[in-house]
């Protein structure tokens, strides 16, 4: 019996360890990004960011607070609506965060030049540990950074206001990777080995896609879906085949211009063709994410005017979106992604694997 109790308290501990190492976030779970702490009114100055996960219910799980002084600062500004996206790296692994590395309270900080005020990209993994992985101080100066994305293996690209996409690499020797659009873009996502991103620019709106995952030559963006001079595209999500994409759009959507809210498009073997429109209430959308593994996709989005998370069902064009939160005055939710997935840390694995050995070994010896 006391061999037996010996055991149970060496399984135990060993338990105890592995789950000290485990994630602050839950594969499953929604990370809603939100810009203000609720202590003081959103501004144009530098704004601290908070890494809200939820349960897809709505339930408020835990907060991750970015750091917003030091050297590893990363903000945004509290009033613009189109920065503060957040995507997960091209693996899974890792949330991918754009702003300003600088500290909080930093005066207009989206117009500041990127030498004073350098623009950054930062990870945190699933267990909720903060990198400032690559900054610039030549891109993106004099307005905003809005966007981030990596393929986890090291490499950064980021998005913004001008310059196009630019590869941040782990240096500020940025690199301009793309042409026309160059202004105005918003959400950037590693998909498969290839970069897309949402532009908003005049008649230029819509989705692009960048071939391959270049790091130096610059390459012309190639438009798949063309959402049209009235539209105003954010966050998207497509299937793992390419063939059904949502797009975040922050216009409300209305009966008679049939956009806004959340479009469905779906590709028909040549083209893109647009759906329908699902309704966000009297708001539009920016942040998105998008549960394909049922028989109907479940959507998650951001309000565009900062306030709401909602979700819904796509049953059609007359599906009803439900809101599952609201953000506390003083703070705006921004970008809205998916849990990154946990990878134990070669130590802990390491650490594990010699303490159940040990208990092998503890178990024979006494059998």
């Known amino acids: 019996m006391k061999t037996n109790i010996k055991i149970q308290a060496a399984t135990i501990a060993i338990v105890a360890l592995i789950t000290s190492a485990q994630a602050q976030?839950?594969?499953?779970?929604?990370?809603?990004?939100?810009?203000?702490?609720?202590?003081?009114?959103?501004?144009?100055?530098?704004t601290a960011i908070y890494l809200d996960q939820f349960t897809t219910s709505g339930v408020l799980v835990n907060s991750l607070a970015i750091p917003s002084t030091g050297s590893s600062a990363l903000v945004n500004s509290g009033t613009a609506t189109s920065e503060g996206a957040l995507n997960l790296s091209a693996n899974g692994q890792y949330l991918v965060v754009a702003g300003y590395n600088a500290a909080a309270g930093t005066a207009s900080i989206a117009s500041s030049a990127s030498a004073t005020v350098p623009r950054g990209v930062a990870?945190?993994?699933?267990?909720?540990?903060?990198?400032?992985?690559?900054?610039?101080?030549?891109?993106?100066?004099?307005?905003?950074?809005?966007?981030?994305?990596?393929?986890?293996?090291?490499?950064?690209?980021?998005?913004?206001?001008?310059t196009g996409v630019a590869y941040m690499g782990n240096n500020s020797a940025a690199t301009a990777v793309s042409a026309s659009p160059l202004t105005n873009l918003r959400v950037l996502q590693t998909i498969g080995n290839n970069l897309f991103y949402s532009s908003g620019s005049g008649s230029s709106r819509g989705i692009y896609e960048v071939v391959g995952n270049p790091t130096s030559v610059s390459t012309t963006a190639v438009g798949l879906i063309t959402n049209g001079a009235s539209a105003s595209p954010y966050d998207f999500a497509f299937n793992a085949n390419l063939t059904?994409?949502?797009?975040?759009?922050?216009?409300?959507?209305?009966?008679s211009s049939g956009i806004g809210g959340v479009e469905k498009w779906s590709y028909n073997g040549s083209a893109w063709v647009f759906d329908y429109s699902i309704s966000m209430g009297t708001n539009g959308a920016t942040g998105l994410a998008v549960d394909f593994s049922q028989a109907n996709p479940i959507i998650y989005a951001t309000s565009a005017d900062g306030k709401s998370l909602f979700d819904v069902t796509d049953t059609g064009s007359g599906s009803t979106a439900a809101?599952?939160?609201?953000?506390?005055a003083n703070e705006a939710f921004r970008g809205l992604d998916f849990s990154p997935t946990n990878v134990p840390e070669p130590a802990t694995v390491a650490l594990a694997g010699i303490g159940l050995a040990a208990l092998w070994n503890f178990r024979r010896r006494k059998s």
Request: hydrophobic content about 40%; overall charge negative; charged content about 10%.
């Open 25 to 46: 976030f839950t594969a499953g779970n929604l990370v809603v990004l939100r810009d203000g702490d609720g202590s003081a009114p959103l501004s144009n100055a530098g």
């Open 323 to 328: 809101l599952l939160d609201t953000a506390s």
């Open 123 to 162: 990870t945190v993994n699933a267990s909720g540990n903060y990198t400032l992985a690559a900054t610039s101080s030549s891109f993106f100066s004099g307005n905003n950074i809005r966007s981030a994305a990596s393929d986890g293996a090291g490499n950064f690209w980021a998005a913004g206001a001008n």
């Open 244 to 255: 059904l994409a949502y797009v975040a759009d922050s216009t409300a959507y209305t009966t």
